[in-house]
Nanobody, 123 residues
């Protein structure tokens, strides 16, 4: 079965850290750009970060630059999102998605989505 599965979400205090994982099954993740997005109720899906399969370029939203880091382990067919110095405004459901494009420009360029993992930042 072709799918992406996120894990690693949870409840953390402000200033804390989490590492999210996005593991692919049924296909070779090394051939795909992986993006991370997040969504809160009542709002659209927001781009967070991406890791390009072709040039390994990392791209980040301004709101997370310097705090979040995206990386991949092709041997484990997994992409990670390290979340540091978390803020209450980072609270959301985080999704990973795959795209066959290099440097996809929007969420519409991503074809397969995971089910999401909840991140809650609260004291």
């Amino acid at each position: 079965q072709v799918q992406l599965v996120e894990s690693g979400g949870g409840l953390v205090q402000p200033g804390g850290s989490l590492r999210l994982s996005c593991t692919a099954s049924g296909f070779n993740l090394r051939l795909y750009t992986i993006g991370w997005f997040r969504q809160v109720p009542g709002r659209g899906r927001e781009f967070v970060a991406s890791h390009d399969y072709r040039d390994r370029r990392e791209k980040y939203a301004d709101s997370v630059t310097g705090r979040f880091t995206v990386s991949r382990d092709n041997g484990k067919n997994t992409v990670y999102l390290q979340l540091n110095n978390l803020r209450p405004s980072d609270t959301a459901v985080y999704y990973c998605a795959s795209s066959g494009r290099s440097r996809p420009s929007s969420a519409y360029d991503y074809d397969l989505w995971g089910q999401g993992t909840q991140v809650t930042v609260s004291a």
